[in-house]
């Protein structure tokens, strides 16, 4: 079942930056901290399309998460964490996308230029979906976190030196197993127009790069709440309520129950 609501856990200055741009942006899956972020290997080799997808991440977790605070908030753990409905990006789901591992819910969204051109055909990459909230699924073995992205019938009986298959709706959404405790959801965008399974083409045109390091999305949804970190300090907080007040923000602001020495 998919979440009501889901959190994000960030900086200040990214919330300001959330609210002033009215996007959430969705960073390429090689600038993510997980550095087996999106890997491919294919007879022996390892594939770059880390930079075929681009994500925003998320937990369900109503409960504070120290880890979460530490690694995503700022090292004195100054960050806030942000809560909205899980349709976020449209108002309703439009549809599910199935897919080899399950159905994946989608969201329409404004037409978003991604400035780039097709590897195929030459005409330019637009985005009017996102994916998700996917639920990652965590596994014990790297080939696990690719297994399904090139185990198609396809592959198995077509292999060729220069030609492969892949299925991009199985990329980004497997993490190793030691980043279980972020519970992770996400949203995905792959922004090509053969998504799906890909049956054939040269390796070179797998190995263009994505232009962008991020996508920002417009989102649809009030932030519903926002949560400040454990080592934020009045003042900070101070200030944090009189630039929401200048932006006509009254998303109500909690206080963590987490007390640390500051």
Not at 46 to 58: D, G, N, Q, V
Not at 88 to 114: Q, W
Request: net charge neutral; hydrophobic share 35%; glycine share 6%.
């Amino acid at each position: 079942m998919i979440p009501k609501y889901l959190y994000h856990y960030t900086s200040t200055e990214t919330l300001k930056a959330i609210i002033t741009s009215g996007n959430i942006r969705f960073k390429r899956l090689d600038k993510l901290n997980d550095p087996y972020e999106g890997i491919v290997k294919i007879n022996d080799n390892y594939i770059e399309f880390r930079k075929k997808a681009f994500c925003s991440c998320w937990t369900p977790n109503k409960d504070e998460n120290m880890l979460m605070w530490s690694m995503y908030t700022g090292k004195n753990m100054d960050g806030v964490r942000i809560k909205m409905k899980s349709c976020m990006f449209a108002d309703s789901f439009s549809s599910l996308l199935e897919t080899e591992s399950g159905f994946y819910p989608v969201e329409n969204v404004s037409l978003i230029d991604y400035e780039g051109v097709h590897t195929q055909t030459g005409k330019p990459i637009t985005i009017n979906s996102v994916y998700g909230p996917i639920k990652i699924e965590y596994v014990d073995d790297i080939s696990k976190i690719y297994e399904k992205v090139t185990s198609s019938d396809y592959i198995r009986n077509n292999f060729k030196e220069f030609a492969c298959g892949v299925d991009f709706k199985e990329l980004g959404i497997r993490k190793l197993k030691y980043w279980n405790g972020e519970n992770e959801w996400r949203y995905i965008i792959w922004p090509f127009s053969f998504i799906g399974k890909y049956k054939s083409g040269s390796l070179d045109n797998f190995e263009v790069e994505a232009q962008k390091e991020y996508i920002d999305v417009p989102y649809e949804r009030s932030i519903e709440e926002i949560l400040l970190g454990p080592g934020i300090r009045d003042s900070q907080k101070n200030e944090l309520k009189a630039w929401l007040k200048s932006k006509n923000i009254s998303t109500p602001l909690f206080d963590s129950y987490i007390k640390i020495n500051i």
